[in-house]
């Protein structure tokens, strides 16, 4: 599983119901009709992410895909058809955004995480003994690993999302966010 990541932020002249409201709309819309290898979406709020808005109020869009071959599809579907006047109007909100992909290295994708964490490859570290390090811990956790895939993000290299908090062991350092489910709605 891949997931395409979505940074974004709203204009200082538009309020964040209404910002929320335009990015239901178009996941609600992207989900009524999804495209070739579409998994799920899911949309957060958080603050402090020095890669999203200078670290203020931003929102953090996770699009999952089964292949890397279902991107173009999505990429097309976002703005054609039904999806493409909730696109137009939330995408007119925004005052900027920055994206990545990242590939499920571990555990299983939350369909809401209210947490992640993420953080670099301890020095040293092989990718093997990061991985046994990290399996007791995203096995409790129900947790899902996320590493950033062929580069392409402005984060470090690894997330743990999950719906309760976690403790990462030593010698992990992360960088710890809360988030605030915008889609999907409670209860679906």
Same mark, same amino acid.
């Given at each position: 599983?891949?997931?395409?990541?979505?940074?974004?932020?709203? %204009?200082?002249?538009?309020?964040?119901?209404?910002?929320?409201?335009?990015?239901?709309?178009?996941?609600?819309?992207?989900?009524?009709? =999804?495209?070739?290898?579409?998994?799920?979406?899911?949309?957060?709020?958080?603050?402090?992410? &020095?890669?999203?808005?200078?670290?203020?109020?931003?929102?953090?869009?996770?699009?999952?895909?089964?292949?890397?071959? /279902?991107?173009?599809?999505?990429?097309?579907?976002?703005?054609?058809?039904? %999806?493409?006047?909730?696109?137009?109007?939330?995408?007119?909100?925004?005052?900027?955004?920055?994206?990545?992909?990242?590939?499920?290295?571990?555990?299983?994708?939350?369909?809401?995480?209210?947490?992640?964490?993420?953080?670099?490859?301890?020095?040293?570290?092989?990718?093997?003994?990061?991985?046994?390090?990290?399996?007791?811990?995203?096995?409790?956790?129900?947790? /899902?690993?996320?590493? %950033?895939?062929?580069?392409?993000? &402005?984060? &470090?290299?690894?997330?743990?999302?999950?719906?309760?908090?976690?403790?990462?062991?030593?010698?992990?350092?992360?960088?710890?966010?809360?988030?605030?489910?915008?889609? =999907?709605?409670?209860?679906?």
């Amino acid at each position: 599983m891949l997931a395409y990541v979505f940074w974004h932020w709203r %204009r200082g002249d538009v309020v964040a119901s209404d910002y929320e409201h335009a990015q239901r709309r178009f996941h609600a819309a992207l989900r009524a009709a =999804p495209s070739s290898g579409f998994a799920r979406s899911h949309s957060v709020a958080l603050r402090g992410a &020095p890669w999203a808005a200078a670290g203020g109020e931003a929102y953090e869009d996770w699009y999952l895909v089964d292949v890397s071959a /279902a991107l173009d599809p999505l990429n097309s579907a976002a703005i054609t058809a039904s %999806r493409a006047a909730p696109h137009d109007a939330a995408a007119a909100l925004a005052a900027g955004g920055a994206a990545g992909l990242y590939a499920l290295r571990a555990g299983r994708a939350p369909d809401t995480p209210r947490h992640a964490q993420w953080f670099g490859k301890p020095s040293g570290m092989s990718y093997a003994a990061l991985d046994a390090a990290l399996a007791d811990v995203l096995e409790r956790g129900k947790a /899902a690993l996320w590493m %950033r895939y062929m580069v392409l993000g &402005p984060t &470090p290299e690894f997330c743990v999302q999950s719906v309760a908090p976690l403790k990462l062991p030593t010698p992990f350092t992360a960088t710890a966010f809360e988030l605030r489910t915008v889609w =999907p709605p409670t209860g679906t």
